[in-house]
């Protein structure tokens, strides 16, 4: 059994762990508001206002929360370039109409990004995002089979539904905090569906510990190694203030098990990290966008930098933002915001709506 950490610490970890809280009240008039204030479309495929509306997916065998945005001017004749938006821990599909939905339809209208497709799936254990709930990671484990939710069902979907552009190379996942781990694993997974993957405050190596077998210290080059077990359920990966802290064992218990023999191989399997060997990723075959922070709540810097680390030995081009001095939260997350536009616009300026 996963042991509790209090409200109170939850409540603290909804602030921090991903860049947008969960949504616990109902906003019915939400995206109305929203829709009145961008220029482009977003498209209800939700239970949220009022309506269920929601998309079923045949890997989760449930309805599924999903909203879509349409750029300005959007002609079904056209096809565009499509994204996947993947949210942070404690977080679902809202974070979406909070956060992404307005700098996002600001810079297309600008001309500062091309017209593209923008799709937001739930991703939420339990399909709603609770503060008492557990990280999914986008993977498929014992909590569902979340990878083929995104690759297969809202990936096909959306293809089938919207006028996309065929092109992997004018497909991509942007993911936050946890979403981040789904964004480069899902990428590195499905290079037929997708090329380009951004992590804002991502952990991309869950599987780092220093080599005093400490997870909480500093990226070394000198002294890190890849772990040979899962991770302990007692040992720290979250503290905050000192003294509220989060464990191995609320993380991975949900998804592997408490005492599965196969947990490690399973954890390498969506490792972000491990993933760079594992499918032989090579040069120029996909285009990486990382940004994190140098004060990391989840000490996810160090995860970052090792897998850096390992992508420099590879000689793997990844363009990175660094801000030392902040924390993960929210309003790191919209610090990176602008260079997230404009290196997107870099990789899909080509790819405009024909």
Same mark, same amino acid.
């Given at each position: 059994?996963?042991?509790?950490?209090?409200?109170?610490?939850?409540?603290?970890?909804?602030?921090?762990?991903?860049?947008?809280?969960?949504?616990?009240?109902?906003?019915?008039?939400?995206?109305?508001?929203?829709?009145?204030?961008?220029?482009?479309?977003?498209?209800?495929?939700?239970?949220? *206002?009022?309506?269920?509306?929601?998309?079923?997916?045949?890997?989760?065998?449930?309805?599924?929360?999903?909203?879509?945005?349409?750029?300005?001017?959007?002609?079904?004749?056209?096809?565009?370039?499509?994204?996947?938006?993947?949210?942070?821990?404690?977080?679902?599909?809202?974070?979406?109409?909070?956060?992404?939905?307005?700098?996002?339809?600001? &810079?297309? &209208?600008?001309?500062?990004?091309?017209?593209?497709?923008?799709?937001?799936?739930?991703?939420?254990?339990?399909?709603?995002?609770?503060?008492?709930?557990?990280?999914?990671?986008?993977?498929?484990?014992?909590?569902?089979?979340?990878?083929?939710?995104?690759?297969?069902?809202?990936?096909?979907?959306?293809?089938?539904?919207?006028?996309?552009?065929?092109?992997?190379?004018? *497909?991509?996942?942007?993911?936050?905090? $946890?979403?981040?781990?789904? &964004?480069?694993?899902?990428?590195?997974?499905?290079?037929?569906?997708?090329?380009?993957?951004?992590?804002?405050?991502?952990?991309?190596? $869950?599987?780092?510990?220093?080599?005093?077998?400490?997870?909480?210290?500093?990226?070394?080059?000198?002294?890190?190694?890849?772990?040979?077990?899962?991770?302990?359920?007692?040992?720290?990966?979250?503290?905050?203030?000192?003294?509220?802290?989060?464990?191995?064992? *609320?993380?991975?218990?949900?998804?592997?098990?408490?005492?599965?023999?196969? &947990?490690?191989?399973?954890?390498?399997?969506?490792?972000?990290? !491990?993933?760079?060997?594992?499918? !032989?990723?090579?040069?120029?075959?996909?285009?990486?966008?990382?940004? /994190?922070?140098?004060?990391?709540?989840?000490?996810?810097?160090?995860?970052?930098?090792?897998?850096? /680390?390992?992508?420099?030995?590879?000689?793997?081009?990844?363009?990175?933002?660094?801000?030392?001095?902040?924390?993960?939260?929210?309003?790191?997350?919209?610090?990176?915001?602008?260079?997230?536009?404009?290196?997107?616009?870099?990789?899909?300026?080509?790819?405009?709506?024909?």
């Amino acid at each position: 059994m996963v042991k509790p950490i209090g409200w109170l610490g939850l409540l603290v970890v909804a602030a921090l762990a991903s860049p947008a809280s969960a949504q616990l009240l109902p906003r019915p008039f939400a995206l109305e508001r929203v829709n009145r204030q961008i220029k482009g479309q977003v498209l209800d495929f939700t239970n949220n *206002h009022g309506k269920d509306q929601r998309f079923y997916s045949a890997s989760l065998d449930q309805k599924r929360d999903v909203y879509v945005y349409l750029p300005p001017g959007y002609d079904p004749a056209k096809r565009y370039a499509m994204g996947i938006y993947l949210h942070g821990f404690l977080s679902d599909e809202q974070s979406f109409l909070d956060e992404l939905v307005r700098p996002i339809d600001d &810079a297309i &209208a600008c001309g500062k990004l091309p017209p593209m497709i923008l799709v937001a799936p739930d991703g939420s254990a339990h399909g709603r995002a609770f503060l008492a709930s557990y990280g999914t990671f986008f993977c498929n484990t014992k909590l569902g089979k979340f990878e083929d939710y995104i690759v297969c069902d809202v990936y096909d979907w959306a293809m089938k539904t919207f006028s996309c552009r065929p092109e992997p190379e004018a *497909h991509f996942l942007l993911g936050v905090s $946890m979403g981040g781990h789904g &964004a480069f694993s899902k990428t590195i997974k499905h290079p037929d569906k997708f090329r380009i993957a951004l992590g804002v405050l991502p952990p991309l190596n $869950m599987l780092y510990t220093s080599c005093r077998d400490r997870y909480m210290d500093n990226f070394d080059p000198c002294c890190w190694k890849q772990r040979t077990e899962p991770g302990r359920s007692w040992e720290i990966v979250g503290q905050f203030y000192g003294f509220m802290i989060i464990t191995q064992g *609320h993380l991975i218990h949900p998804m592997y098990g408490k005492k599965n023999p196969e &947990a490690l191989e399973l954890m390498r399997q969506d490792n972000p990290f !491990d993933l760079l060997d594992s499918r !032989d990723v090579k040069p120029g075959q996909f285009e990486f966008f990382v940004a /994190y922070v140098g004060k990391d709540d989840f000490n996810l810097d160090a995860q970052a930098e090792s897998f850096l /680390y390992r992508a420099k030995q590879k000689c793997l081009p990844v363009t990175v933002r660094y801000l030392p001095n902040r924390h993960h939260g929210r309003s790191s997350a919209r610090r990176f915001l602008p260079d997230v536009i404009v290196w997107l616009n870099e990789k899909l300026c080509k790819f405009q709506p024909e």
